[in-house]
């Protein structure tokens, strides 16, 4: 960059400026009588002078920040010559202000706003202008924080911003005000410009339900106002936009209804989700909006209001990360704990969770490093994981097993449960390990050691079972597949290899894998995983501290991430969570994440009635013991801002019994930011649509986000009897279980099941799907109740026919129409046929004869029925 010498413009006469200074002050002393004080003024106090002071950028090293702050009129910070440039002050502590004095040299600010903050991180606007013409400003300013930032986005010459001096005023003390995350303006009266129809009332966008809305007139400007019932201090809106959004828009407050002041402007609106710092006052708020971004009105599904003083947030409990309360319903171990202890507790456990898949029960056992005797049978809602960095670092003597007598040996119904991080030894003269699960119980970085021992999958004699994940884990022996259905193997080991197939077995980055062959035996190989991070996990180091390891993204890997070697990644210390207990409120959650912590979830159920919202970048959310989220009154249960690399391990989703509109959200409509180089990733995260009691949900999971990895889920909604259990079409009802919005978006291991319309809906670009796994509803009663249009049902995997590019391997889907057996799905998979969009491996089932799939993809493949109950298709297109 070329500088300027700063010689090359006039200096102002400073001994003129004295000398009338000296004037003034002679002319006051001789117009004032003798003996008669002058009145006394509350004059403000210069905070900023000699503080200290940075900046983003400097034009070179005579023109630093400090020289702004120095009180000599003669120096100056000067930035580089480009959009935006800021220079910061930090006052050192938190300030009340009432005045900012600019002082600037030629080259000023054409347009900048004055900006507070408590943190230096999130700023707040006191002042905007884009009119500014140089010179000496003094600006009277209402706000607060300890630092305060002159924030320039359009320059007045073709030079940088110089400022000789840059003064702020006001008075020190007090402490930082929280913003409360209660809404406001929910449910107040509201009222608006105009409505689009009946359909579209002003009172849709403050009622809580982010399935209604307000819609306006398609015309400009349009307005909706909000009567918050007395006067508040307002400092955070949430504006959550329709597609039909806002590009020019002002929020403005005011006491009266009538004199409006305007607290925030924009001329450049993306819609989406907008959370907006704001610090101003009123008994009514407005948005008030100027420009569409679309050709039709504008359109705000809510409109939340966040004030300061009464609704303050609620307080967040530190973490001790040696002693943590990690709840009633989780056991760690030591080597000390007595064997029989451990034991009891174990058969316990099982005793009453073998059979209580709807029950609210979860628990934890975690074992830290060492050496135990131990036979864990695992039942529903049961995680049993070491506590070591290495699985290795926890060894135990006996059994990590799931069996099925409980349902007569049949394993398709051995769900939600989980084996983590530990390793196992056989006891002497035994070499079989059972592992006899079906969906959401996955077998996650685990060590079955000896070469001479197994791991079996199921029994065929005893039953089936059907569906499973392994990942990052090795088994030094074989692994028998038996009467296992479908299975997903990703980035393990397997010493003796594998043996065995029924549908759709998958192997993707897997070391003994079999060679390919689909369908006989339907074995898919995929030799590497091309991006994927391992899920966190919980450990205590040598020190005795609780941590959370996060594993690096892995590019184009293959076997484990720890065996015989050092696991890429970063450590957390507890200290940095908040510890989710159930029964905190998720306003509680929402002012922890807010404070920077990461979340820790107990075992047990959580219910919430507003979402929690994670908005910053790189936060860990951990469950323990399959910690459930339920949505109740229709609430969303969690938003993901579109930020890098958030990750979500070891959380179950449940919908309430009021319709939510989606159980959770990664990204809000709209979402356009790459994250390729630190994708958001989801990790062992499972939903539920019924089953404890009926469960009402639109859409389960949507991704708006880029870059997304998912990381084995189970989207699951209750259409078949159990005991107690209430089912039916038209009770627990859910449209579709994944919608992916996102490009580049990646699942590995997914399974989606039972909804009424679309399973899922892909209409990204880039996505690729590695094993897919969909059992159609069995309860439409009639072909007419299950029509999309002139189709005869929704297919399992609809890519939508916008998409060029999309890739997937190893997709099964089956049917199972056991209320009315003549119902027929004309396909299993849509897609638009193009090159780009390639399939491999597809198999499409009628279990039992009972129902019919009339072809796999397109008009393609065999139908699939009671005289043909298996049908096969390698490729498409």
Same mark, same amino acid.
């Given at each position: 960059?070329?500088?300027? #010498? ?53 034009? @070179? ?135 689009? @129809? ?5 009172? &849709? ?82 948005? =008030? ?16 209001? @966040? ?15 040696? /002693? ?54 695992? &039942? ?62 996955? =077998? ?26 392994? %990942? ?23 010493? /003796?290899?594998?043996? &065995? ?87 509680? !959650?929402?002012?922890?994440? %807010? ?33 459930? !989220? ?45 994250? #390729? ?66 490009d580049n978006v990646t699942m590995y291991g997914l399974f989606?099941e039972h909804y009424q319309k679309y399973q899922t809906v ?9 094993? =897919? ?14 029509? @999309? ?63 019919? !799939?009339?072809?796999? !993809? ?20």
């Amino acid at each position: 960059m070329t500088s300027r #010498a700063t010689s090359a413009r006039p200096r102002p006469r400073r001994a003129v400026r004295h000398l009338l200074l000296g004037l003034t002050v002679a002319l006051v002393a001789a117009l004032t009588p003798a003996g008669v004080p002058t009145p006394a003024q509350a004059a403000p106090t210069l905070l900023s002078q000699g503080r200290p002071a940075t900046a983003s950028s400097t034009e @070179n090293a005579g023109t630093p920040a400090a020289a702004a702050v120095d009180g000599n009129t003669g120096t100056r910070w000067a930035s580089a010559f480009s959009d935006p440039q800021w220079l910061q002050v930090d006052l050192g502590a938190r300030a009340t202000l009432s005045q900012v004095t600019l002082q600037w040299e030629g080259a000023y600010a054409r347009a900048f706003q004055l900006q507070t903050s408590d943190d230096g991180a999130t700023w707040t606007t006191i002042y905007s202008t884009t009119t500014g013409a140089g010179g000496t400003q003094t600006l009277a300013v209402t706000g607060a924080g300890r630092y305060v930032r002159m924030y320039g986005t359009a320059r007045g010459t073709g030079y940088g911003y110089s400022l000789w001096e840059f003064q702020v005023y006001g008075e020190t003390g007090g402490s930082t005000p929280t913003c409360g995350s209660t809404n406001a303006a929910q449910g107040r009266p509201v009222t608006a410009s105009s409505t689009e @129809n009946a359909g579209t009332p002003a009172s &849709g966008a403050v009622d809580g339900n982010a399935g209604t809305r307000w819609a306006s007139a398609a015309s400009d400007p349009q307005w909706l106002r909000v009567d918050l019932g007395s006067t508040q201090s307002i400092c955070r809106v949430v504006l959550t936009w329709e597609a039909a959004y806002a590009r020019a828009f002002q929020l403005q407050t005011s006491a009266d209804g009538n004199t409006w002041t305007t607290i925030y402007s924009t001329t450049t609106g993306a819609g989406g989700t907008q959370t907006l710092a704001v610090t101003g006052s009123g008994r009514y708020l407005r948005m =008030y909006g100027t420009a569409r971004g679309t050709t039709y009105g504008y359109s705000l599904w809510e409109l939340a209001v @966040n004030t300061t003083g009464g609704t303050s947030e609620p307080p967040v409990d530190p973490t001790d990360p040696r /002693n943590p309360n990690l709840g009633p319903n989780t056991f760690v171990f030591d080597p000390s704990t007595p064997t029989a202890t451990i034991q009891s507790r174990l058969n316990t456990l099982f005793t009453q969770q073998e059979t209580n898949q709807f029950g609210p029960q979860r628990y934890a056992v975690l074992f830290k490093p060492g050496t135990y005797t131990a036979d864990v049978n695992l &039942g529903f809602f049961t995680q049993v994981a070491g506590l070591g960095m290495s699985p290795d670092d926890v060894n135990l003597n006996g059994h990590v097993r799931v069996e099925a007598a409980w349902f007569g040996g049949n394993a398709t119904q051995n769900f939600w449960r989980a084996a983590e991080n530990l390793s196992v030894t056989l006891p002497a003269g035994v070499s079989v390990e059972r592992w006899a699960v079906s969906q959401a119980a996955p =077998y996650r970085r685990m060590h079955l050691r000896g070469a001479q021992n197994q791991i079996q999958l199921w029994n065929g004699g005893d039953g089936w079972s059907s569906g499973g994940l392994m %990942a990052d884990t090795r088994v030094d022996g074989l692994v028998v597949s038996g009467s296992q259905q479908q299975w997903y193997s990703r980035n393990s080991e397997f010493g /003796n290899g594998w043996t &065995g197939s029924v549908w759709n077995m998958v192997f993707q980055g897997v070391t003994g894998a079999p060679p390919p062959s689909f369908p006989n035996p339907s074995h898919t190989v995929i030799p590497q995983t091309p991006q994927v991070r391992e899920k966190p996990f919980l450990y205590v180091d040598g020190t005795g501290e609780y941590r959370v390891f996060v594993p690096a993204l892995r590019n184009n890997s293959t076997g484990t991430s720890w065996y015989g070697k050092t696991p890429a990644g970063s450590s957390i210390s507890l200290s940095q969570f908040f510890i989710v207990q159930p029964g905190t409120s998720a306003a509680t !959650i929402n002012a922890a994440l %807010a404070q920077g912590k990461h979340l820790l979830f107990t075992p047990g159920v959580h219910h919430v009635t507003e979402p929690i919202q994670v908005n910053r970048a790189d936060t860990v959310i951990l469950g323990l013991g399959l910690a459930t !989220i339920q949505a109740d009154n229709g609430s969303v249960g969690m938003r993901v801002a579109d930020v890098d690399g958030v990750k979500v391990a070891g959380i179950m989703f449940e919908a309430g019994t009021t319709n939510s509109p989606v159980l959770m959200e990664v990204g809000p409509t709209g979402s356009a930011a790459s994250h #390729a180089a630190n994708p958001t990733s989801l990790h062992d995260v499972f939903f539920r649509i019924g089953g404890p009691h009926v469960g009402r949900a639109t859409n389960t999971l949507t991704v708006n986000s880029d870059n997304v990895i998912g990381d084995h889920m189970w989207l699951w909604r209750a259409d078949h009897a159990a005991s107690g259990v209430p089912t039916g079409w038209t009770l627990n009802t859910a449209d579709t279980g994944l919608t992916v919005n996102g490009d580049n978006v990646t699942m590995y291991g997914l399974f989606v099941e039972h909804y009424q319309k679309y399973q899922t809906v892909w209409n990204g670009n880039g996505g690729r799907t590695y094993f =897919y796994q969909n059992e159609m509803p069995y309860d439409p009663p009639n072909q007419g109740a299950w029509m @999309n249009g002139a189709t005869r049902g929704y297919a399992a995997y609809k890519v939508a026919d916008s998409v060029t590019s999309h890739q997937a391997w190893g997709m099964g889907s089956y049917c199972y129409f056991n209320v009315n057996p003549a119902v027929i799905a004309d396909r299993a998979i849509e897609a638009p046929t193009n090159p780009n969009v390639r399939f491999t491996n597809m198999v499409t089932v009628s279990l039992g004869g009972v129902g019919t !799939i009339n072809r796999v !993809i397109n008009n393609t493949g065999g139908t699939a029925n009671a005289a043909n109950q298996q049908v096969y298709l390698t490729t498409y297109p």
